[in-house]
């Protein structure tokens, strides 16, 4: 492909096989554009590409087909109407996370100034939701990895949004504090899935957790039981098939009201439990 204008250059894109919408923001992101400014699509889709700005855009066409995530090529990633930046030090945050995010607030809706904790934070997505959407909470956040904390205390600063941030395993770092909600996306893909395959610019170590992918979640049943205030919900995200495998942990730690929510795509990907107000 020599010189092109953008309508060509989008066509051509398409052809190779990325998708319409993809094919936009990484042509915009290659102009310097706004991700979502289609409006200058339309408006120059005559106008001929730059050829640095075409070299970039066939570059990161290469990557995409190559499965490395979007949000690594741009290096942001919209999440619960924030604007995330994000690298391959952390997880690309997925849209079906945000169904957690929604359950959490509804949990905490009666509670003034409720403390809250994500787990295996990574970008932050989780966390800077929750404190966007209730400003008065207490929200800590924790990750095993410096690297992740580094992305998501940047993003913090960005937005400007005060969390409390801890370095360890799920809560060990939590001293004796307690929470209304402790909330988790963490790893849960078996350690041989196939599907890993089209994962390999994601860090494993936030992908995967043994034979079955319930290694992490059996840790945080277990621990967080600890740190929740009677009444406090522990809600996390898992696999597609494993909502019924969770439903049982929780239920075997002795939670209550336990149930599942499902992703966008009507699966049960989210299943929580309710720490007994008495026990």
Known sequence: MTSANVQSALTWAQQQGVTRLEAQMLLLHSVGRDLHDRVWLLSHDTETL??????????????????????????????????????????????????????????????????????????????????????????????????????????????????TWRQGAWCAPLGEAQFDAIVSNPPYVADHDPHLEHLQHEPLQALTSGHDGLNDIRQIVQQARAHLRPGGWLLMEHGFDQALAVHDLLLNAGFEQVQSRPDLAGILRCTGGRWPTMK
């Not at 690309?92 to 809250?116: F, G, H």
């Not at 404190?131 to 929200?139: C, F, L, N, T, Y």
């Open 50 to 163: 730059d050829p640095l700005a075409h070299l970039a855009f066939q570059a990161q066409v290469a990557r995409r087909l190559a499965h490395v995530p979007l949000a690594y090529i741009t290096g942001q990633k919209e999440f619960f109407g924030l604007s995330l930046q994000v690298d391959a030090r952390v997880l690309d945050p997925r849209a079906d996370t945000e169904v957690l995010v929604e359950w959490a607030l509804s949990c905490l809706a009666d509670i003034p100034s409720p403390q809250v904790v994500d787990l295996g934070t990574g970008s932050g997505a989780i966390a800077l939701a929750l404190k966007h959407s209730r400003s008065e909470a207490q929200v800590w956040a924790v990750d095993l990895s410096a690297d992740a904390l580094a992305v998501a205390q940047a993003n913090a600063d960005r937005l400007a949004l005060s969390i």
